[in-house]
Every structure is written in C-alpha cells, then in structure tokens.
C-alpha cells in the first residue's frame, strides 16, 4: 500500500514540474493537425522542436522510474503526434517563403511594435535635431555627414549643383545603375544589420545608430532647404525612402527588443529569454533586408529615371499605405 502511495505521489510530482510544457505542445500539434504549421506564428514554430525535445526526455524518464501506465501512455501518444508535425510538415522552399512574406514577418512587426515606435521615434528625433541645428549653424552640417555619403552636397555646392543630383540619372545605363543600386543595398544591409546585431549591448549601439541616420536627413534637409530646394529633396528621397527608413527603423527595433530581453529577464535567465526573443526578432531583420532590396531598386532606378516631382510623390505616398496595409493586416487569422 505504501509502495503504490509512492508511486503515485511521484507520478503526481513528476507531471506537475513538466506539464506546462506537456499542455503547450499539445495545443501547437492540435492546431497543427486542424489547419497545418501556417496557423503558427514564427516563435511558436521555433519553440515546436524544444517543446517535443523536452517532451521526448520526460518520456524518457517516466520510462526508466516505471512512473504509472497512464501518464506513460500519455506521453507516448504526444511524443507520436509531435514527430509527425516535427517531421512529416516539411515545406518547399517556396512555401516557407511564402509563409514568411504573408505572416512571420509581419506578425513579428506587429508583436514588438513598442519597439518598432521606439526606434522610428528615435529617428525622428534625430532627424529633427540635426534639421534645427544645421539651419541655425550651416557649420554644423559635416559634423552630421559624412564626406563620403555627401556625393556633391557639401557645403560648396550651388544651388544649381545640388539641383543637378537631385535630377541626374536619366540618360544613365541599366548596367550603371544596378551598380549604383547594388553598393546602396549592401551599405544599408550592414548598417542595418549591425543595429541589430549590437542590441544586446544595452541597446545604446542601437539608438545611436538609429540617431546617426536621423542625423544625416535632418541635415542634408536642412542644405537643401537653404537652398530653396527643401520640397524637392523630399519628393527626390521619399519614393525609396519610405521602404528604406522603414527597413532601418525595424532593425533598430530587433535591436533594442534583444537588449530589453537582457535587460528585464522577467521569469527567465538573461540567456533564455535572448534567446527566445532572439529567434522571434531575426525575422524581422530578415524581412528588413528585404525592405532594403525593394528600397535600392527605387533609389537604383526609379527615381534616376522619373523627373516628375508629383510622381515621385505619387509612389511615395502609394508605397506607404502598401507597407501601413501589410503590417496592420496581413498575417490576422480570419
């Protein structure tokens, strides 16, 4: 009698300590089983295998302290139901992409939007503090640009020089343009990329990064509009600009959503909770690398070869209620 009290007690013991996580990965193989992995979300897909890994090892143990039959039968029948979603719901390449486009990423926006609003405020910010302060100080504005980024808008040019660049480009090749467009993707994706890769430091690389991109608007705004030139620089820098701030306010968001993780654990140790948080946010730096593919093309070709102010206002206005559209819808479950 006092065996199978034991015995009992230790079933009892053992499936409290682990049946949270038993009750988790039921529910993702149910809604697998009932509508296939695209009902899951990114962080649910990556924590699928880590729930059945722990699954498997209670089973495991349950086996080798001959805890009662109904807990092991259990067990077994979750581990079987689970190899199959693990295993057997492999996708083609395109479908996984497909899935990412239509609901891992923008899902993944809209779970840290805190962070996103963070970050597209820091960039404001900046861009308003080097637009103020180059205006008051046009001395300012090499501090906030770099020579190497003004291309032809330093402090020297004329009026006339810095209305050439902003209409340059039209009799211009193909082939020169993909070059053009090609160093503007691969200077962005390492910009952005290292914004969120430095995250974890605090968040401080992250904001500052993001305010050094606010910095050099504001200021190449500020010559422009010293120049009498303020409208048509926007008109010029909207089109892509749009899906390029965009892109590189996102990576800042991943950033400071990996340094808030090592900042407030919560229930966690600093490296689970990275870790969780981690998987969840690199899709959003994938999917702002892709931001930065769309956002070259435009400033590569679209904007070299279209002249017409209104137009180029045109597709800036249409490219921002197409990525309002995607991030506020796509993704819901109906």
Known sequence: MNGLSGGRLRSYRFRKERERNWQELEGLVARIEKGGVGRLTAYELSMLPVLYRHTISSLSVARSISLDRNLLEYLETLVARSYI?????????LEGARRFVRQT????????????????????????CAYVGVLADM??????????????????????DLREVLYDGRGESGGALANFASRLFTHNSQVGIMSFALGFVACIPTAILVF?????????????????????????????????????????????????????????????NLARNGRDVASIAIGGVMMLFLAALLEGFFRQWVQ???????????????????FRRMGRET
């Open 212 to 272: 050094k991109n606010g910095l050099v608007l504001g200021a190449m705004t500020a010559l422009h509009s010293s120049h009498g030139l303020g409208g048509e620089f926007l008109a010029w820098i909207v089109p892509h600009g749009v899906t390029e701030i965009g892109a590189l306010c996102l990576f800042g968001a991943a950033g400071f959503v990996l340094g808030y993780s090592l900042l407030v654990p919560g229930s966690h140790t600093r490296l689970e």
């Open 139 to 160: 001395g300012r504005y090499d501090a906030y640009v770099a020579p190497s980024i003004q291309q032809g808008r330093g402090l020297s040019a004329s009026t006339e």
């Open 105 to 128: 990423f923008p899902q993944s926006v809209r779970r840290h939007r805190w962070a996103v609003l963070t970050s597209a405020t820091v960039f404001l910010i900046g861009s308003l």
């Open 85 to 93: 979603c693990v295993y057997a719901n492999k996708t083609r390449a």
């Open 308 to 326: 017409s102010v209104p137009l180029r206002c045109g597709v800036a206005f249409a490219t921002f209620l197409f990525w309002a559209f995607y």
